[in-house]
């Protein structure tokens, strides 16, 4: 029996700040089990402490979604856009076969939903899944807004 993935938009405000706090621990050599064990200020006051840098919850969060957005600007440069978010498609077309999703399968309805809230939350394109220039300006990352934005 076929289960539909039901999506939740506001879901894709969780994942974007599980991203975007993951991504530090990994700049730091973080792991990312201790990880989700602590909180902003408990990772904030080990970089502090390591470091000796004034690093509070807030830097935490922009340098996360700084990282982020960098590493999605080397993705658009190698040809990676809306199309290419996708999901197997076995996840897709082939209903999990155990575990409390049993017979759950995601439609593509469903995930192009929450890919626009993503990038919504994101502050990318809809359209394309590129940064808007608004957003890289947000994070200072204004010299890397991607030529296409320019013209």
Same mark, same amino acid.
């Given at each position: 029996?076929? #289960?539909?993935?039901?999506?939740?938009?506001?879901?894709?405000? #969780?994942?974007?700040?599980? &991203?975007?706090?993951?991504?530090? %621990?990994?700049? /730091?050599?973080?792991?990312?089990?201790?990880? /989700?064990?602590?909180?902003?200020?408990?990772i @904030?006051? %080990? /970089?502090?402490?390591?470091?000796?840098?004034?690093?509070?919850?807030?830097?935490?969060?922009?340098?996360?979604?700084?990282?982020?957005?960098?590493?999605? %600007?080397?993705?658009?440069?190698?040809?990676?856009?809306?199309?290419?978010?996708?999901?197997?498609?076995?996840? %897709?077309?082939?209903?999990?076969?155990?575990? $409390?999703?049993?017979?759950?399968?995601? &439609?593509?309805?469903?995930?192009?939903?929450?890919k626009?809230?993503?990038?919504?939350?994101?502050?990318?394109?809809?359209? @394309?899944? #590129?940064?808007?220039?608004?957003?890289?300006? &947000?994070?200072?990352l204004?010299?890397?807004? $991607?030529?296409?934005?320019?013209?």
């Amino acid at each position: 029996m076929k #289960i539909l993935f039901v999506a939740n938009p506001q879901e894709a405000r #969780i994942v974007v700040d599980l &991203e975007n706090a993951l991504t530090v %621990l990994d700049s /730091i050599g973080g792991c990312k089990f201790m990880g /989700i064990l602590l909180t902003a200020e408990d990772i @904030t006051n %080990l /970089i502090t402490n390591a470091t000796g840098w004034d690093f509070g919850v807030d830097e935490f969060r922009k340098s996360g979604e700084r990282i982020y957005n960098l590493m999605r %600007l080397y993705c658009v440069r190698e040809g990676i856009n809306r199309d290419k978010d996708i999901l197997p498609g076995r996840l %897709l077309e082939d209903p999990l076969p155990s575990g $409390p999703a049993e017979g759950m399968v995601i &439609e593509r309805e469903a995930l192009e939903s929450m890919k626009d809230a993503y990038y919504d939350y994101r502050g990318w394109d809809r359209a @394309t899944g #590129i940064p808007a220039p608004e957003k890289l300006v &947000e994070l200072g990352l204004e010299e890397l807004i $991607p030529d296409l934005w320019k013209a």
